[in-house]
């Protein structure tokens, strides 16, 4: 193990890594330039990370191989023992490792550095590391085939012009031929299982492709068995290879217009109940359907005597299937948030939307009775939820009277109050009611 | 090794160059010369013996692998590959490895366990004077040390059969006799077969020798033999009667 360990020491791969971190760094916190910030949309710009580590490595990997052959190396290697798949794999495994680490550590900096909520798209993020494999297999074999100095920068620079140039292209399909899609993923969109395996399919057989290469390389040249030319085993591989990136573009080609990206159908959307409300939030957001289900128990239960208070809640953007009465929606704020302030962004939602009645002004507001008591109504919903919160806090100096009288009112005639009010909001030939 | 031919080129190469021509001859134990000037096949028939050519006519039997075109494979190239020791022409040295890492990654490569590679490596390198510059990277070895770490990765695994592709190219006389003496401790079990176009080597090791010109052999046996062929104590009147033309001879020292 020492010998191969002083080996990978030494490698071009090894000593590139500082600044291939720094640039798939620079990289990673980049402004994105699409995703929301989910952490499903995050994943696509995580995966994009790879246009620029994979053709670093492919590159690296290539000099490595061409420096072998350039030095004469390669022909003392032919003479030994061990297989050249098995030195190649070495080789490549050991940029490709690399490259997989920075990409690790890229996507960690993306998760600090824009704290995206909800869960990763692991498939799409695992694709990116196939996509450097894929490369690093590539540029090796070309390395090996073609031992000119030039041809590291040469297999760098194509393999990036390729990335870039075919996940842009127009064609849908030929798009996700190069494994790579910024656009994937959305809190409102999940990757198609047939799309990411057929992007799989095509990259494992790129890097059949590339073992292939550095077979026939050898095969070209060494003693062998007689008759040991296109053996069975080398035409089963070739046709698996074969097989591999057929099968895959097919499945691309076909199915959702070659779309990587569906809808979740309705019977994903994670959902939860407590205290009579139910809480649906978007695959991508599982992880805080808990945070989200507290917040609603917090905002609503003590509300649920008032008129249109929901009871079946949805993330934004989450339509239900059939959109029933007493649904309403919210929205999962960025970084963290304690269950309280979620509560309270949710009921200053009850209140505050200019109904479709409202009379518009020639200075671009609008007017309806209800909302003479709109500032009240908002300060005493959020009362229910933060009842420490001063009523100077709550509402501008105008309306803290009337606030403070309301609060001091019996709890019954505030509630009845705050339903005449929430009424008020949404019909426009109810005056506003009176504070008690 | 019987009825070796081998061309180069071919149809988009123009016409085919004959390198070797139905080239038979027996290894012995010991050390062996290959003899000839440039352009006789000498590399050509290493590199078939190294297995780093494709054997296109005739076939090589040795340690009982046998393996050619026409014949039935005996043995495995895997085991003879990993009791052959070859220093090709143009050294095949990664600069950026010490000569520890260097020799050791020949040793993995030969077939060693890479936990045992790194004494093999010491033991090898100390063989042939290079005990203390294990650390020292290829980059920064004279011509004649630089050569002294081709010859140990070639003997790193203790080969049966040792190829050395015009080993003393280069070197100036003090090295040379540092490399006979090398060859000199080697196991007298192992067969070495060494190209070169200076009769000074020959007569230094005292060789058994086939001499190959334009592709055939034209003479093979003991050194000795070669010296009678001319009708004098050196080899130089057999090498011309041989050859055709008179061998390299080395600048005065």
Partial sequence: MRATLAWTRRSAVVWVAAPLMALAGAAAVASPASWDFSFGGASGHIESLCVVIAPAIAGLVAWEASRGRRSGFYELEASTARSALLVGARVIGVGAALGIVVYVAAAALVAFRFSPYGSPQLAVIALGALVIIAWAALGYAIGLWVPHPATAPIVAVASYLFLVVDSSHSLAWTSLVAGVDQGCCGLNVAPRTGALAGQALVLTGLIGVGFLLIAGRRWQSRARRPGGGLTLRSVGAMGLVAALIAGGVGELRTGNGALLVSSPPPSHYPCARAEGLTVCVWPAERSQLGLATRAAALAFAPLQGLPDVPRRLYAQGLLPPQRAARTGTFSLPLGRVSAQSLAVSMVGGLAGAVPSCAKRLPGGGASWPGDQVLAELQGWLIHQVEPDTTVEALVPPPAQPELSSLLQAPAARQHAWAAQALRAQHDCSLPAPPIP | ?253
Avoid at chain 2, 48 to 64: F, M, S, W, Y
Avoid at chain 2, 140 to 155: D, E, V, Y
Avoid at chain 2, 206 to 227: D, H, I, K, M, N
Wanted: proline share 6%; aromatic share 6%.
């Fill in chain 2, 1 to 253: 090794m019987k009825a070796l031919s081998h061309s180069f080129g071919g149809l988009r190469r123009g016409r085919p160059v004959r390198a070797l021509r139905q080239v038979s001859f027996g290894l012995h134990s010991g050390i062996n010369a290959l003899l000839g000037p440039n352009g006789a096949g000498k590399t050509t028939l290493l590199r078939l013996l190294a297995t780093t050519l494709r054997v296109q006519h005739g076939q090589i039997e040795i340690g009982g692998v046998c393996f050619g075109a026409d014949s039935t494979t005996s043995g495995s190239l895997g085991q003879y590959r990993q009791r052959l020791g070859y220093l090709p022409q143009r050294g095949g040295y990664l600069g950026h490895l010490t000569c520890e890492e260097y020799v050791a990654y020949v040793a993995w490569l030969r077939g060693m366990p890479g936990k045992v590679a790194p004494a093999a490596a010491s033991t090898a390198l100390a063989k042939v004077g290079l005990g203390d510059h294990r650390r020292t990277k290829l980059t920064a070895l004279s011509g004649g040390m630089l050569r002294r770490a081709g010859i140990a990765q070639a003997i790193v695994n203790e080969p049966d059969l040792l190829i050395l592709d015009e080993p003393t190219a280069g070197l100036d006389p003090e090295q040379r006799q540092g490399f006979y003496e090398v060859l000199g401790g080697l196991d007298p079990s192992t067969a070495v077969l060494l190209s070169t176009h200076l009769l000074e080597d020959v007569e230094a090791l005292r060789a058994g020798v086939v001499v190959l010109a334009a592709g055939t052999v034209r003479f093979e046996g003991p050194s000795t033999e070669l010296a009678e062929l001319g009708g004098g104590p050196g080899l130089r009147a057999a090498y011309i009667k041989l050859v055709g033309s008179p061998p390299v001879q080395l600048p005065p020292a």
